[in-house]
């Protein structure tokens, strides 16, 4: 099966440079979850500073969320498969994300919030991606970029596949998130067996592709559920789907090429930018 659109003219296909297996680990109150991207094997990837896969039917690993923490200097991008989680913070914020929602947070100058899952039992199953700011945008006013499932746009050119278009453009769609600072590209695709696509990546921009369900062919290397492949340079990657359903995410974005202070929730450029985030955080200033 083959979709054959204006998006397949890709002249440079994007080639597997590696592949990563995840890291279990825990975060927040104790969040059982999957670390793909910010491990010792695969520290970052300018603009990304981590990709976590959080994902059980058990409420012991997850109903405790994540209390109250602050961000300085970097955005976060929750993105919900199943379940919900409510979200609170120190400038009066509140929102509840449900299945198929996407946040997208500036955390700017600093925010102190809380993530929240709301049910007690139920699959919980989503992703958060931490995408660093330019150093000019570090100390912006924080910001939201919210949209439940039905705003965001599908694309789907033939039977067999479909792709919800977070950030970025296929063909005529253009993704619900914008960033000029990165340009991102941040696509959810979902393939029958055998499917393929091409799917365009803009040259220069750091790129991965994480399949979460089924297996997929990269241009040619397979790459497994629970595996991330961080892409080679060019201006599009080609995907077949496995033996069953495959779902990815393809994410890409413009790096930023700046040097990075970073530890724990604060990412800024420098040392005194980082101790001064923390000087700001016990004084309040957030």
């Known amino acids: 099966m083959n979709a054959n659109t204006d998006i397949d003219n890709i002249d440079r296909p994007r080639t597997v440079a590696h592949i990563h297996k995840g890291q279990a680990t825990s975060d927040g109150a104790g969040v059982r979850l ?29 109903i405790a969320g994540f209390p109250d923490h602050p961000h300085r200097g970097f955005e976060t991008v929750t993105y919900m498969l199943d379940g919900r989680m409510r979200h609170r913070d120190n400038h009066g914020h509140e929102g509840l994300l449900g299945p198929g929602s996407v946040q997208w947070m500036s955390a700017g100058r600093g925010i102190v919030h809380s993530e929240m899952p709301e049910q007690l039992e139920g699959l919980m199953r989503g992703f958060q991606l931490w995408l660093n700011l330019p ?16 705003q965001i746009p599908v694309f789907a050119p033939s039977a067999g596949v479909r792709v919800k278009v977070i950030a970025g453009r296929l063909g005529d769609i253009v993704g619900v998130i914008e960033q000029p600072a990165t ?10 067996a055998g499917a393929e696509i091409a799917l365009p990546v803009p040259p220069g921009h750091s790129a991965f592709v994480h399949v979460y369900e089924g297996a997929a062919q990269v241009h040619g290397t397979r790459v497994a559920a629970s595996e991330l492949a961080v892409l080679n340079d060019g201006d599009g990657v080609r995907v077949t789907g496995g033996d069953t359903v495959t779902r990815l995410l393809l994410i890409a974005g413009r790096p930023l090429r700046e040097p990075v202070a970073r530890h724990g929730p604060f990412v800024m450029n420098t040392q005194a930018e980082l101790v001064q985030a923390f000087n700001d955080y016990r004084a309040g200033r957030f």
């Open 34 to 62: 999957v670390r793909m991207l910010g491990t010792a094997q695969l520290p970052d990837l300018d603009p990304f500073l981590m990709l976590d896969a959080f994902g059980s039917d058990k409420p012991g690993d997850y």
């Open 135 to 150: 150093a000019r945008d570090k100390m912006s006013a924080p910001r939201y970029q919210e949209y439940a499932a039905e």
């Open 183 to 192: 340009d991102p590209v941040y696509l959810d695709a979902a393939l029958d």
